[in-house]
């Protein structure tokens, strides 16, 4: 059974940092591509990051120079560090796998994701 378990979102102010993490389980965690997304509200969910089993990283436009995708294949877990946040980046945060079209792997399997408030 997939399942993405996300965690670490909170409450912060203009200018602060989280760290959120994603523990998957039922893929093959260690040749995925994995990907966080961030659905805000009234909007689509979209790509925030992602990085491919052999770490080379993607990022939106509009976190570069400000978030880092990492993963733990260990432990099954991929992890966004966010710093110098910015309201727009107020949102829900999920992660999945990503596959070679660069789509969710597993559409039918979102986690409840992990709510990200940047407000002062």
């Known amino acids: 059974q997939v399942q993405f378990v996300e965690s670490g979102g909170g409450l912060v102010q203009p200018g602060g940092s989280l760290r959120l993490s994603c523990a998957a389980s039922g893929i093959a965690f260690v040749v995925s591509e994995m990907a966080w997304y961030r659905q805000a509200p009234g909007k689509e969910r979209d790509l925030v990051a992602a990085?491919?089993?052999?770490?080379?990283?993607k990022y939106a436009d509009t976190v570069k120079g400000r978030f880092t995708i990492s993963r733990d294949n260990a432990k099954n877990t991929v992890y966004l560090q966010m710093n110098s946040l910015k309201p727009e980046d107020t949102g829900v945060y999920y992660c999945?796998?990503?596959?070679?079209?660069?789509?969710?792997?597993?559409?039918?399997?979102w986690g409840q994701g992990t709510q990200v408030t940047v407000s002062s």
């Open positions: 990085v491919t089993s052999g770490t080379s990283t």
């Open positions: 999945n796998a990503r596959d070679s079209g660069g789509s969710p792997r597993f559409p039918f399997s």
